[in-house]
């Protein structure tokens, strides 16, 4: 049995304040609720071993050259669903994560929108 909380819970890890809080008010139109959002992979980290989190938008390069694969790798270990929100080539993402999907940076806010909606759909 699958236990569903709503609103569902989003982690933003996002190191551009402007586009983190383009995402968050994305997140929120569509009727869920927002973890951070974050700018570095240890506070992202710390959120999903600390808080329930039913998915996560996850930039790839972050604040002091690193990057959110780390923390990708730990959300499909938890089989929480995430995405990646990217201006960085794809080939990298694809392939250390191919069944995960990618929106493309700078974004359309209904291609995220309905990507957001398709993730917490699959949840």
């Given at each position: 049995m699958v236990i569903q909380r709503w609103p569902p819970t989003i982690l933003i890890v996002e190191d551009e304040a402007l586009v983190a809080l383009d995402q968050e008010s994305l997140v929120l139109s569509v009727g869920c609720r927002v973890a951070g959002p974050v700018a570095r992979l240890e506070d992202g980290l710390r959120i999903v071993q600390q808080e329930w989190i039913d998915g996560a938008l996850l930039d790839v390069n972050l604040t002091g050259n690193q990057t959110s694969l780390p923390l990708a790798a730990e959300l499909q270990r938890r089989m929480i669903p995430f995405l990646f929100v990217t201006?960085?080539?794809?080939?990298?993402?694809?392939?250390?994560?191919?069944?995960?999907?990618?929106?493309?940076?700078?974004?359309?806010?209904?291609?995220?929108?309905?990507?957001?909606?398709?993730?917490?759909a699959d949840n």
């Open positions: 201006a960085m080539a794809t080939d990298v993402v694809s392939r250390t994560f191919p069944e995960i999907p990618v929106v493309r940076k700078p974004f359309q806010p209904e291609i995220l929108r309905a990507a957001v909606k398709r993730l917490i």
